[in-house]
C-alpha cells in the first residue's frame, strides 16, 4: 500500500528552487541522505516494537496489526516530508500524492475492521493503541524534519 503514494511522484510538485538551473546526480549525496534517512526509519521502527510489546503489551495479532498501521502510515507520511528541503507544511505536494496518501492512510485504518483484516491476520485493536501509534508518528515526523534540517545545513547546494 505504500507504493501507491510512491508511483505518484512523477506528477509532484516541484519547489521552484530545485529546478532554478540543471543538477547532477551526486552519488555520495545520495548515499548520505539514505543512510541518514535509513537509520531514522530503524529507530523508529524499534521504538514502535518496543511500544507494542512492552508498553501496551501487544498480542501477536495485535502487534502484527500495531505494526501494519505504523508503518504504512509512517512510510506513506514521510515521504511528504523528504520530497522538499523545506518545511513539508511550507511546500505543497503534488494533487496524486496528496489524495493517493490521505486515501492510503483511511484504507489501512479501516482494513483490519473490513472483512478482509481477518483474512490477513488482523484484528480490530484496542483504542488506547491509537494515540500512542499517533504520538510515535509526530515524533517519527518532527525527528525527520530535524534531521533533514541538520542534512541540509552540512550539505552544499546540489
Known sequence: MTDLPEM???TDSVDLEMIDQPRRWNIKF???FMLTFGLLSSVFDYLTF???LFFL???PAQF???WFIESVLSASTIVLIIRTRKPFYQSKPGKALTWTTLAVAVAILIFPYSFLGPLFGLVPLPVIFFPV???ILVLYITSAEVAKKLFYKG???N
Open 155 to 157: 550539505v552544499r547546494s
Open 64 to 66: 502484527r496489526t500495531g
Open 8 to 10: 505518484t511522484i512523477s
Open 57 to 59: 503489551q501487544a498480542t
Open 30 to 32: 545520495i548515499r548520505k
Open 133 to 135: 501509534l499517533g504520538m
Open 50 to 52: 518496543g511500544v507494542l
